[in-house]
């Protein structure tokens, strides 16, 4: 049977480990949550440039022009369809509008946009643009730039409409998917608020 006395110090013992445990916390969450804001945007950009392959896949599979359009919801959720050219002229908004750029398929969810990641920039000072670094980007109000239209377009042969989309936490985080217009290629640029400069 323990004393008394030794009950006492067990107590101590416990409340000094709690203490401990919550300044490590307290330190270590706020890292762990920018840590966590990072590889969440990575993700959503990694995701948009995969949406972006199969585009170029079914393009070539389809033996037309296909273009991607994405869609967001109020509550911040994105979804994006794959239409197809009906009409020779490329995949454009009034023609998806008006059903002449059928979909192929019902509108699917980007997984990994929402709460926090979103197409955007995130606030200060304007990123520089990732095609000549010595510019910073303007229209910060369109994260989705193919040319004038919010489409990425893909070719069975020659190529893509060239473009970038932007992806944001909103705090800092910014990743770049990129569409190479002669080749078609889909790349991923991350960049460093610090150096200001896309890798």
Known sequence: MRRPHELGFQLVELLVVVAVSGLVLLIGLPPLVRAAGGVTTRLAAGEVATVMRLA???????????????????????TWTLHRDGDGDGVLTADIVSGVDPAL?????????????????????????????????????????????????????DGATPGSVYVTDGAGRLHAVRVLG?????????????????R
């Open 105 to 157: 398929g019902a509108p699917r969810r980007l997984a990994h946009f929402g709460r926090s990641v979103r197409f955007g920039f995130p606030p200060g000072r304007p990123p520089r643009d990732p095609a000549n670094p010595r510019r910073r980007l303007d229209r910060l109000d369109d994260p989705i730039r193919f040319n004038q239209s919010d489409i990425a377009s893909f070719a069975p042969i």
């Open 56 to 78: 170029r896949m079914t393009a070539i599979r389809e033996g037309a022009k296909v273009g991607l359009k994405f869609r967001t919801a109020a509550d911040g959720t994105v």
């Open 182 to 198: 002669r080749t078609g290629r889909v790349r991923v640029l991350a960049y460093d608020v610090v150096t200001e400069r896309w």
